[in-house]
């Protein structure tokens, strides 16, 4: 299995925003990506007992462990490169007050940056990174 997997809401702006963020800042290629609602994403939720419809929080895989809400996203921080990597340092901010905030955002990320309405395709050097295409 693939590690270090990304499962983002595929039709979110926010959300794909994010990816490319990712994508700019992780220069060793240590992350993957597929979105939540792609044949492989569904699998990897069904593999892991998540729920196969809620696309409210990115969902982080590595080394067989799953993180959701505030915890995935600081976990995925920390392998970027400096100066974004310091963010993880608000994993000491208790988890319930991280995902009360993880969560304002989550719930109205429609009405505040859109979902996306057309599918674009990335070039080669970043769409390697997808394993949506690598599932079937």
Not at 6 to 15: A, I, Q, T
Request: proline share 4%; hydrophobic share 40%.
């Amino acid at each position: 299995m693939e590690n270090n997997i990304v499962l983002f809401d595929g039709v979110c702006s926010f959300c794909n925003s994010s990816v490319m963020f990712l994508i700019k800042r992780d220069h060793s290629e240590l992350l993957s990506f597929s979105s939540l609602q792609s044949s492989y994403g569904q699998k990897l939720l069904e593999e892991f007992n998540l729920p196969k419809d809620d696309f409210d929080s990115f969902i982080y895989i590595t080394n067989g462990k799953v993180y959701s809400k505030s915890t995935a996203a600081l976990k995925i921080a920390r392998k970027l490169s400096f100066p974004y990597n310091l963010l993880y340092g608000f994993i000491l901010i208790p988890i319930p007050i991280r995902d009360k905030v993880y969560s304002i955002i989550a719930r109205n990320r429609y009405r505040l940056f859109r979902k996306k309405t057309l599918c674009e395709i990335p070039p080669e050097h970043i769409r390697k990174r997808f394993l949506d295409d690598k599932s079937e």
